[in-house]
T-cell receptor, first 117, second 118 residues
Framework: DAMVIQNPRYQVTQFGKPVTLSCSQT?????MYWYQQKSSQAPKLLFH???????NEADTPDNFQSRRPNTSFCFLDIRSPGLGDAAMYLC????????????????FGDGTRLSIL | AQTVTQSQPEMSVQEAETVTLSCTYD???????LFWYKQPPSRQMILVIR??????QNATENRFSVNFQKAAKSFSLKISDSQLGDAAMYFC???????????????FGKGITLSVRP
């Protein structure tokens, strides 16, 4: 089945030690999103890629970066994780063509739960 | 900026009964899309139902239906014949009809935790 896959499901890192989370998709969607979701809160969009075009949210800390080497893969890099970065990170995809994406659902992965020691 | 409000943090329903989850939103746009997403514990978020603002007819998907009141900016979800598998966190979300670039994102409410009593 076509899907959005996030690895790993659980990631533990040390305070200040760089960490990378990965997302892959078999849906051939041209838009990929990264969300941060803290416990019992709504997902908060960090940034998204439309094809190779990167769109950063205004309030996303500089500590968070992303790479999309090809259509299928997208990475979230946290350069120097702090205790406040412990959260679930969700990857999502959608398809955008002229006037189509608006009502198209975003397809989410299972998420990666990041813990900071 | 658009905002989505889910004022009830938790709700409970008896199995086989009907429950309605509330959502209101604020926008100055006339063209937009509304969604309800379900997030079971430790599982992925999935789409439950969606509504285009230009459509007057309320969306329905099997046991799930919405009551979309555009003038009141209200978008409630009704779950009929509740099942144990409906227990989850439910998020209401908004997307602008001008969806390019910065407007592509979903704006989520804080969510509501639904429990189903057997």
């Amino acid at each position: 089945d076509a899907m959005v896959i996030q690895n790993p499901r659980y990631q533990v890192t040390q305070f200040g030690k760089p960490v990378t989370l990965s997302c892959s998709q078999t849906l051939n969607h041209n838009v990929m999103y990264w969300y941060q979701q803290k416990s019992s809160q709504a997902p908060k969009l960090l940034f998204h890629y439309y094809d190779k075009d990167f769109n950063n949210e205004a309030d996303t800390p500089d500590n968070f970066q992303s790479r999309r080497p090809n259509t299928s893969f997208c990475f979230l890099d946290i350069r120097s994780p702090g205790l406040g970065d412990a959260a679930m990170y969700l990857c999502a995809t959608s398809r955008r063509t002229v006037r189509v994406e608006g009502n198209q659902p975003q397809h989410f992965g299972d998420g990666t739960r990041l813990s900071i020691l | 900026a658009q905002t989505v409000t889910q004022s009830q943090p938790e709700m409970s329903v008896q199995e086989a009964e009907t429950v309605t989850l509330s959502c209101t939103y604020d926008t100055s746009e006339s063209d937009y899309y509304l969604f309800w997403y379900k997030q079971p514990p430790s599982r992925q978020m999935i789409l439950v139902i969606r509504q285009e603002a230009y459509k007057q007819q309320n969306a329905t998907e099997n046991r799930f239906s919405v009551n979309f009141q555009k003038a009141a900016k209200s978008f409630s979800l009704k779950i009929s014949d509740s099942q144990l598998g409906d227990a989850a966190m439910y998020f209401c979300a908004y997307r602008s009809g001008d969806y390019t670039g910065a407007n592509s994102k979903l704006t989520f409410g804080k969510g509501i935790t639904l429990s189903v009593r057997p």
